[in-house]
């Protein structure tokens, strides 16, 4: 469901990047994703929200300093860019602290039990 209150509550309609876009953005993301918080009440949904892409998010709202996200939050930042609005950007952009996202934070394509991390923690050189 798209929220505009929330953090990266969209739902991306193009092809998933085929591998993730991990810069300033995507590890505030990351970071920010760590220290969310579960609802009060431990409401939970009886299903999922899929991405186009197939990656699965988990069945509960995350909050972040109150502002509702999703567990796809990194993953949309990573591998759905493109279809991020400038408007979600800017929120992301304005989080201070970064942190290196992991495979279930990043969630890749498909969630079909893709090989594990083939391109994971390597940098150029
Ligand atoms: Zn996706």
Request: hydrophobic fraction near 30%; aromatic fraction near 6%.
């Amino acid at each position: 469901m798209i929220d505009p209150n929330g953090i990266m509550m969209i739902e991306p309609t193009g092809q998933a990047a085929s591998e993730p876009l991990v810069d300033d953005l995507t590890r505030k993301m990351a970071a920010a994703y760590r220290r969310s918080t579960l609802p009060a009440d431990g409401r939970r949904y009886r299903g999922w929200h899929t991405c186009v892409c197939g990656a699965k998010s988990d069945n509960t709202d995350h909050f972040i300093d109150g502002k509702k996200t999703n567990s796809l939050c990194v993953h949309y930042l990573a591998f759905h860019r493109k279809d991020v609005p400038p408007s979600e950007l800017a929120k992301v952009q304005r989080m201070s602290e970064g942190a290196e996202p992991n495979e279930e934070e990043l969630q890749r394509p498909g969630g079909r039990g893709s090989p594990t991390v083939l391109w994971g923690n390597r940098r150029g050189g």
